[in-house]
Nanobody, 124 residues
Framework: QVQLVESGGGWVQAGGSLRLSCAAS????????MGWFRQAPGKEREFVTA????????YYADSVRGRFTISRDTAKNTVYLQMNSLKPEDTAVYYC?????????????????WGQGTQVTVSS
C-alpha cells in the first residue's frame, strides 16, 4: 500500500505563501491520482486540488483556483501544493491523499490512502 507523509505546514500572515510536500512510499505505482484536501475546525473535509499521476491533469476547487498550484515529481514520488495569496479562510489541516483506482477526483471517497495532515494557519 501507499504511505503518505505531509510536511511544510505552518503559520503565515495573510497574503503570504507556503509550500506543502507529500512524500509517497510503498505501492506508489498503484496510485492513479494524488489530491489535497483540507479540514477546518468544525467543518467536514473538503477537496482542494488533485493531479493525475499519469498525464498530470490538474483540478482545483473554485476557492483556490489561481492561488494554489499542485504539481508532482515522479522521480521523487512526491506531490507539492504551492499556496500563494493565502487568506485566513485557508486555515485548516491539509491532507494529502492517493487514489488507487478510478473515481471522481473531487470526492474524498475515491481516495484510499491518506497522510497524517499538516496544519496551515493564516492570520489576518
Amino acid at each position: 500500500q501507499v504511505q503518505l507523509v505531509e510536511s511544510g505546514g505552518g503559520w503565515v500572515q495573510a497574503g503570504g505563501s507556503l509550500r506543502l510536500s507529500c512524500a509517497a512510499s510503498g505501492r506508489t505505482f498503484s496510485s492513479s491520482a494524488m489530491g489535497w484536501f483540507r479540514q477546518a475546525p468544525g467543518k467536514e473535509r473538503e477537496f482542494v486540488t488533485a493531479i493525475l499521476w499519469t498525464g498530470g491533469s490538474t483540478y482545483y476547487a473554485d476557492s483556490v483556483r489561481g492561488r494554489f498550484t499542485i504539481s508532482r515529481d515522479t522521480a521523487k514520488n512526491t506531490v507539492y501544493l504551492q499556496m500563494n495569496s493565502l487568506k485566513p479562510e485557508d486555515t485548516a489541516v491539509y491532507y494529502c491523499a492517493a487514489r488507487r483506482y478510478s473515481g471522481g477526483v473531487y470526492s474524498l471517497d475515491s481516495y484510499n490512502a491518506w497522510g497524517q495532515g499538516t496544519q496551515v494557519t493564516v492570520s489576518s
